[in-house]
């Protein structure tokens, strides 16, 4: 695994964990902004041929 790879899927792991914990403690504001950051990271990694499976929870 190259190092832009094994970099963008950290980074979608964890906004999706911030994401998690956001809507977990009620704050819409912060949700939404870890949203669109998770919808450009993954489509960041589309367009690098990156496989990044859906979000478990």
Avoid: K, N, Q, Y
Avoid at 25 to 39: I, K, M, P, S, Y
């Amino acid at each position: 695994m190259d190092a832009f790879t094994a970099g963008i899927l950290h980074r979608i792991r964890t906004t999706e964990t911030d994401l998690s914990r956001a809507v977990e403690t009620g704050d819409e504001f912060l949700a939404d902004v870890e949203r669109a950051e998770l919808e450009d990271l993954r489509r960041l990694a589309r367009e690098h041929g990156v496989d990044v499976l859906p979000m478990s929870a």
